[in-house]
């Protein structure tokens, strides 16, 4: 299995915000068996963080992956341009063949996909081996 780790800055890092100097999103990919992919997602998804998630996600549809896990565990705050994002990849899963499944329960994600109305359009279990070996 091979994994890679990036942790990228989601904006300009001379300005922190309420003192925490963390702003970014953590992507650890790993290929657990041929033409699968997981992406663990850590930190917040939001208007600075969601275009790295974007990109990660649609270059393992681009390299050919048939299956795509997002485990969104680590997420601490999922906001609407992070929504958007998942949609917008969801629909890129659709038009290319490649299933998409996310891993989470962290109430913290799953609460605005609830609100905004958005469970029902995802296959979501509760581990990233569940969704790896779903049927």
Avoid: Y
Avoid at 19 to 32: A, K
Avoid at 106 to 112: D, K, N, S
């Amino acid at each position: 299995m091979s994994e890679t780790r990036e942790n990228l800055p989601s904006g300009p890092s001379s300005i922190p915000r309420g003192g925490d100097v963390d702003d970014q999103i953590g992507l650890v990919t790993s290929h657990p068996d041929e033409g699968q992919v997981v992406i663990e997602v850590a930190g917040e998804v939001d208007m600075l963080t969601s275009p790295q998630l974007r990109g990660a996600v649609l270059e393992q549809f681009e390299a050919g992956a048939g299956l795509v896990v997002l485990g969104l565990d680590g997420v601490t705050f999922l906001g609407t341009s992070g929504l958007a994002v998942l949609i917008e990849v969801r629909e890129a899963a659709q038009n290319t063949g490649v299933t998409l499944r996310l891993a989470c329960t962290a109430r913290r994600v799953l609460r605005p996909l609830t609100i905004a109305g958005l469970i029902p359009l995802f296959d979501i279990h509760d581990t990233v081996d569940q969704a790896l070996t779903a049927a």
